[in-house]
């Protein structure tokens, strides 16, 4: 599960979906850009959803699919860090203020969620 604009809205072009005993068309893949602060896949363990994120915001970290409507956040941290960290929701997303000083990390970071998650999300 994830949410950025490199979820692909169809099946990779080398994706057949039918019998693999005969080749398909030829079907070329899109060059996928570099991962944006927009891009998180998810992983649910232990009642928490684990947000990957691939690139540090410059601001804020916005999930959209923890929006007010879809699910009630209570808390959110930051692991390897103990920093508390400041959140929101509001109806469009999730809104995360991570602590000053990593902007220029180009790794990964991870959030854990803990809260009312939406059905799918929160089961383990």
């Known amino acids: 599960m994830g949410e950025g604009p ?3 809205n169809e099946a990779p ?3 057949k979906g039918g019998s693999t005993a005969e080749a398909g068309p030829r ?3 899109p060059k996928l850009l570099p991962p944006g602060d927009a891009d998180f896949r998810f992983t649910v363990a ?3 959803v684990y947000a990957f994120g ?3 915001p410059s601001q804020q ?3 959209v699919s923890f929006a007010s409507g879809s699910a009630k956040i209570e808390r959110v941290n930051l692991l390897g860090s103990t920093a508390p960290l400041s959140f929101h929701q509001t109806y469009e997303a ?3 203020t991570l602590p000053v000083g990593e902007t220029s990390s180009q790794l990964p970071y991870v959030l854990r969620l803990q809260g009312n998650m939406p059905l799918g999300l929160a089961s383990s």
Do not use: F, H
């Open 6 to 8: 490199l979820i692909p």
């Open 13 to 15: 072009g080398d994706w």
């Open 27 to 29: 079907i070329s893949k």
């Open 46 to 48: 232990n009642q928490s």
């Open 54 to 56: 691939y690139r540090w």
């Open 61 to 63: 970290a916005r999930l």
């Open 94 to 96: 999730l809104v995360v």
